[in-house]
């Protein structure tokens, strides 16, 4: 074989390889359906991390004087997280008895756990002076931690993505609300998209467009099987999900 065919033959077994590459599993808000773990607990990153799964996502709100806690909803027994201080909010407890934990907790703890990636999901807040002081915030203690290629960035919030792309220019940062192509996702400077599977089931082009673009691409939350199969023969890079053990035995049999 000469050296044109032998570099076109090595190219060939390269695009095949990238093109059966295993969709990666996060489990979403971590591995909470799990004895002793609760939604957005310590215990669920932990248990995701036991379970050898490539990811944890998570949830963070910013409280009234200025603590990053980590919780899906903007309140909590009866409270609003933005609009209280962090004193009133920090013995209130998790479904799993765990105290609600704040970011600092959360890094903390993933960083003892350095083989999975925390996938930071950064809620929409009221006020653009809310959103961009709770990215300067995260990406602060993420780096105070150490944590730069561990932690990835994800929001619903567009403005929350462009403050973390100039603040943290090397993270990664998928954009999750659906309604951008990647052509301009790519333009403002993100890595990647984290759309919800309908969106990928009415646009099954942007998956190919992404990877073009040079894009990752995560579908959420996807639980039943056939939509887990659907999604990986799209070649989602990454599948978030409330059933992690079950998605990654369908898809990554080891």
Not at 123 to 144: F, L
Not at 224 to 233: Q, S, T, Y
Request: net charge negative.
């Amino acid at each position: 074989m000469n050296t044109r065919n032998l570099i076109v033959a090595l190219v060939c077994m390269l695009c095949a390889g990238a093109g059966n590459a295993q969709t990666k599993i996060i489990a979403h808000r971590g591995f909470w359906q799990t004895e002793g773990s609760a939604q957005n607990s310590v215990t669920a990153l932990k248990r995701a991390a036991e379970a050898k799964l490539y990811g944890s996502e998570f949830d963070v709100q910013l409280t009234a004087d200025g603590t990053v806690v980590v919780n899906h909803d903007d309140e909590i027994g009866g409270l609003t997280i933005g609009t209280t201080d962090y004193a009133k909010l920090k013995h209130l407890k998790l479904k799993n008895g765990e105290t609600l934990p704040t970011l600092a907790d959360y890094l903390k703890a993933g960083k003892a756990l350095p083989h999975i990636q925390l996938i930071l999901e950064i809620k929409p807040h009221p006020t653009k002076a809310q959103e961009d002081a709770i990215a300067a915030a995260c990406v602060s203690m993420v780096k105070e931690y150490g944590m730069e290629k561990q932690v990835e960035y994800i929001s619903f919030s567009m403005n929350i993505c462009e403050q973390l792309a100039r603040l943290a220019p090397d993270a990664e940062i998928a954009y999750l609300e659906g309604d951008v192509t990647p052509k301009v996702i790519k333009e403002k400077g993100l890595t990647g998209i984290d759309y919800e599977y309908k969106v990928f089931e009415k646009h099954p082009e942007w998956i190919r467009e992404a990877h073009e673009l040079g894009l990752k691409v995560n579908v959420w939350t996807v639980n039943r099987e056939a939509d887990m199969r659907k999604m990986a023969g799209l070649k989602v890079d990454y599948l978030t999900t409330d059933r992690p053990l079950e998605a990654d035995k369908l898809l990554n049999a080891r």
